[in-house]
Structures are given as structure tokens and as C-alpha cells.
């Protein structure tokens, strides 16, 4: 459960999480979306906003953050500290959390961790039965090596027995990237033939997949086709040339 919750929370977006009492009217905003630490800068923050009509709670907590096999992995850590982990923010107010670092930097490889800020629902009214809606806030934080740190993606492409194609994308740098989206164009051409908006990040020296189905207006062209992939990504766009294997 919190592994899919911390997948789809990758951004930094809000979920709600329904349990028993009354409605919750709080409406919780943060920037920056993303911390970044090094070895010149240990100590970051990010400011907690509450834009609803009453005051909220809001408790912290870091996880480690690796991948395996495509799937995210969370772990407790001690690697970073947060500070307040617990506090109140009133209407309208706002609350700025200090992140610091607990640990040595990686000489070649950027750490990652996720902070978790989970709003506490207050007690249920007496009396009162239904649904109480709290947020949950997902926040990336990376720690830089001591190296210049930059992420590698090696893409292919894969055409599936069902017609499609699997892009896969192995990140051989170590620093994180995030693809924000990726268009595939036919040879010679400027139309995209496949265009796939995602937010996922991947780690360094890890693999990830993106299975695309048959598509009846453009078909997948054959395997040995050389074929153009434009992505998006938080580093900036990238071009490649890929062939379609079997």
C-alpha cells in the first residue's frame, strides 16, 4: 500500500485518504516540490501552506528511497532529519520545515529519499458519521555526490507480440532523471506517432518500462525499423535514435 501510494505520489502531488468523521476542508500547497542537499549545502527547507478555513495538522517522516526491478522500495533511514516532525498551521497560515542532512555525502552516486507530510484528521464531532478526507504529500529529496552528478538514459524498443512496443529507458548515470513525457516518430517524419505523458523518475542504475499498446492508426513498424524518441525529462529534452528489436 505505501509503496503504490509513494509511486503515484512521485511529483509531489496530493492524495486524499478517506476515513471516518467529518469533512476536512483543508487545502495544503508546498514549495519547493523537490529538496536537493550536497556536500556545500546540508541544510534545505520547504514551506507548508494551509489555504482552507481551518488549521491542520500535519506529521513528517523520511524513508529511504531505492528501486528494484522497475518498483519503487522505501526503507526507514535516519539519513535525514526534518524538523518540526509534528506541527499545527492555522488558517491561512503557513509553517517552513528545515531539512538537514545525518549523514556523509556519497563520493560518486546521488542518494534519494522521500519526505512524507501526512495531515492528521482531527477527532470525529459526537455525533457526527461520514467521510473525513486527509492529505498525504509525497516530496523527493536528493543528496548529490561529491562528482558531478548526471544521469545516462540508454533507450530501446521492444515490439510486443500483441502489436505494441515497450520503450525501456536504463539510467547508467548516477543522478536520478525524471521523464515528464516521449514521443516516437517514424522515420523521416515530424508527426509523432506514439506520445506517452508520465512523471515517473528513475534512479541511477536502474530500468524502467513503458508498455505501449497497438495502435490502429499508426501501426508499430516492424523490428530493424530506426525510429526517433523525444523525451522530456527535468534535465531537459532529449533526442535518440532507436532501433525496434523482436
Given at each position: ?6 509511486k503515484?505520489?512521485?511529483c509531489?502531488?496530493l492524495?486524499?485518504?478517506i ?5 476536512s476542508?483543508?487545502a ?6 523537490r ?7 546540508k541544510m534545505?527547507s520547504i514551506?507548508?501552506?494551509n ?5 491542520v495538522?500535519?506529521?513528517?517522516n523520511?524513508?529511504?528511497w ?6 519503487d ?12 516532525p ?7 497560515g503557513?509553517?517552513i ?18 519526505m ?7 477527532p470525529?464531532?459526537?455525533?457526527l458519521m461520514?467521510?473525513q478526507m ?8 536528493f543528496i548529490l555526490?561529491e562528482?558531478?552528478a ?8 521492444i ?8 520503450v ?11 521523464i515528464?513525457n516521449?514521443?516516437?516518430l517514424?522515420?523521416g517524419?515530424?508527426q509523432s ?8 523518475y ?8 513503458w ?18 524518441l523525444?523525451?522530456q525529462t527535468?534535465?531537459g529534452?532529449?533526442?535518440?535514435e532507436?532501433?525496434?528489436t523482436p
Amino acid at each position: 500500500m505505501l509503496t503504490q501510494f509513494l509511486k503515484q505520489a512521485a511529483c509531489g502531488l496530493l492524495f486524499l485518504i478517506i476515513g471516518a468523521g467529518t469533512s476536512s476542508s483543508s487545502a495544503i500547497n508546498l514549495t519547493p516540490v523537490r529538496v536537493t542537499l550536497s556536500e556545500s549545502q546540508k541544510m534545505g527547507s520547504i514551506t507548508v501552506s494551509n489555504r482552507g478555513a481551518e488549521p491542520v495538522i500535519i506529521q513528517m517522516n523520511i524513508l529511504g528511497w531505492s528501486q528494484r526491478e522497475g518498483e519503487d522500495v522505501f526503507t526507514a533511514t535516519r539519513d535525514i532529519l526534518a524538523n518540526p516532525p509534528i506541527f499545527t498551521i492555522p488558517a491561512g497560515g503557513s509553517q517552513i520545515v528545515r531539512v538537514g542532512l545525518r549523514r556523509a555525502i556519497d563520493t560518486q552516486r546521488e542518494l534519494s529519499y522521500r519526505m512524507i507530510l501526512q495531515e492528521l484528521p482531527p477527532p470525529p464531532e459526537s455525533g457526527l458519521m461520514g467521510a473525513q478526507m486527509s492529505l498525504r504529500i509525497s516530496v523527493p529529496v536528493f543528496i548529490l555526490p561529491e562528482v558531478t552528478a548526471r544521469p545516462v538514459p540508454l533507450w530501446q524498443a521492444i515490439h510486443t507480440p500483441q502489436g505494441g512496443v515497450k520503450v525501456t529507458m536504463t539510467n547508467t548515470g548516477n543522478a536520478h532523471i525524471q521523464i515528464l513525457n516521449f514521443q516516437l516518430l517514424l522515420p523521416g517524419s515530424t508527426q509523432s506517432w506514439v506520445t506517452k505523458k508520465t512523471s515517473d523518475y528513475v534512479l541511477p542504475g536502474q530500468i524502467f518500462e513503458w508498455t505501449l499498446p497497438a495502435n490502429s492508426e499508426y501501426p508499430t513498424p516492424p523490428p530493424g525499423t530506426n525510429i526517433r524518441l523525444i523525451a522530456q525529462t527535468d534535465v531537459g529534452d532529449i533526442e535518440a535514435e532507436v532501433i525496434i528489436t523482436p
